[in-house]
């Protein structure tokens, strides 16, 4: 039963003489709770139980339920953009829960950190909050974390040993050939391409340290390397696998490797790779993408934090978008100064001098946008800015074929669906590329709001004076 999900039991003071009576009042519309332990204490749990819960669940109403369980019982999937972290000690999915608590997690960061991002997502309360700001180390957090933000990550199933083979048996969505790997390591080590349940065992029993996800393979004719410099594009990179005797497309497992010119490389894997960077807060990346040769259907790989660019293929061109990254001063610039009202100009559009707000507490830009209209055959988004009332508006048609429809939440809490476009300004002469959420702003004060992604992108500070 999930009545409250977003309880802040920091947000209530207590004192040391009336600490039940506080928690109580904190957990009057929490019902379910797990505690998450990094592995058994023989001291303090014995006999199906938990001294640490049963001491809590002493101060609390006997109406709410206190689970705990171990990371080593949680199983996580990710298949066809749905997620799921199931718990085998208790058989309950964790978004069942209205709080959950990790205790001591610093010993099992990767998978508590992929917990937090299921849980946000999930919008389920858990403490610490710090969980959820880790710093991805590995395969595991790293795919919940893109998960998370929408972008589409191989179909994954990640439990320990002995749990895996349990889980894996039991679970329709992974079918053979399965691709195993250990989410530690790189370039192709310790990475299988398995046809039978029978080497899966024999790869688990030779390695009973490691950790291993398990993915469907996705047919392919190679896959891309491409690397993000900032929030562009600085080399793209084809490699091909030359045997069938391996599935791996990495050159440090002898794959051939094509430079591609970026100017030819399609603009929608562009973003994705872009995003993809983004989303894991690196901005020299190596990200690997996958298309399905079947389905046509593309997966982010990974994000590699730490790319290689003087060694491996095309090392001399890798090293000069480097430098001419670095050149521009991408990594050190200095900040520029912004109005908490600015001036733009959309120059396609024939708008200029166009009062804008800005808006630190929103990440997406937003405008006032009408008359939305999506062609069926070339399913392009057309749609014109402003309306007839306001002096700035011409009645041109902006169109766009590459537009997203988004879950936008607004300043009071509310969340509805948009369109998602990305639109050139200039603003004091410079000229951007800024993404804008589309709605009706008609009954608002200003039409336009710059929100923290365009601040951060020309790396502004606002200057409230």
């Known amino acids: 039963m999930h009545i409250e999900k977003t309880i802040d039991l ?40 938990h ?20 990371y080593d019982n949680l199983c996580y999937t990710i298949v066809k953009g749905k997620a799921k972290i199931y718990d085998t000690k208790n058989s309950k999915d964790l978004k069942e829960y209205d709080l959950v608590n990790f205790r001591f997690w610093h010993g099992a960061g990767e998978q508590a950190a ?24 590995s395969k595991l957090s790293e795919y919940f974390r893109l998960w998370a933000k929408g972008l589409p990550v191989p179909d994954t199933l990640f439990c320990r040993q002995p749990v895996l083979e349990m889980a894996l048996g039991s679970n329709p969505a992974f079918k053979l050939p399965l691709v195993v790997k250990d989410i530690d390591t790189s370039k192709g080590k310790n990475n299988f391409l ?7 065992s024999d790869i688990l029993k030779a390695n009973p340290e490691n950790s291993f996800v398990v993915q469907n393979f996705i047919p392919n004719d190679g896959d891309y390397r491409v690397l993000v410099f900032g929030r562009s594009i600085s080399g793209v990179i084809h490699r091909q696998r030359t045997s ?34 983004a989303v894991m807060k690196r901005q020299v990346a190596g990200v690997d ?48 100064h912004i109005r908490t009202f600015a001036s733009i100009d959309i120059p396609e559009l024939g708008i200029f001098g166009l009062k804008s707000k800005i808006d630190t507490g929103a990440s997406l830009s937003a405008i006032h946008a009408t008359n939305f209209i999506i062609d069926a055959k070339t399913k392009k988004l057309s749609f014109t800015l402003l309306d007839d009332e306001h002096p700035q508006y011409n009645n041109k048609v902006f169109s766009t074929k ?18 998602t476009v990305e639109l050139p300004i200039v603003y004091n002469r410079v000229k951007y590329k800024v993404m804008f959420s589309l709605s009706n702003r008609k009954s608002m004060r200003n039409p336009v709001l710059l929100g923290r992604r365009f601040l951060r992108d020309g790396n502004f500070v606002v200057r409230v004076k």
């Open 402 to 419: 590459h537009y997203s429809l988004d879950e936008i939440r607004s300043s009071n809490g509310q969340s509805e669906k948009r369109y």
């Open 51 to 70: 001294d640490f819960v049963e001491a809590l669940m002493s101060h609390l109403p006997s109406r709410v339920n206190v689970d705990f369980t171990f």
């Open 289 to 336: 993408l996958v298309v399905d040769s079947q389905t046509s259907k593309i997966s982010v790989l990974e994000v590699n934090n730490t790319p290689q660019i003087d060694t491996g293929t095309f090392a001399d061109n890798k090293v000069l978008a480097l430098a001419e990254y670095f050149s521009k001063g991408q990594s050190i610039k200095t900040k520029r």
């Open 244 to 277: 069938d005797k391996t599935h791996l497309n990495n050159t440090s497992q002898d794959a051939t490797a094509t430079l591609v010119d970026s100017a030819d490389f399609n603009d929608d894997f562009k973003k994705l790779a872009i995003k993809a960077a």
């Open 10 to 49: 920091s947000a209530i003071k207590c004192d040391n003489k009336a600490q039940s009576k506080c928690l109580k009042k904190a957990m009057k519309k929490t019902e379910n709770i797990l505690i998450l332990f990094v592995k058994p204490n023989t001291k303090a749990h014995k006999n199906g139980k």
């Open 194 to 200: 398995v046809k039978s349940t029978a080497e899966i």
């Open 114 to 137: 992929a917990c937090a991002e299921y849980l946000k997502k999930s919008r389920v309360a858990f403490y610490d909050r710090e969980v959820g700001e880790y710093r991805s180390k």
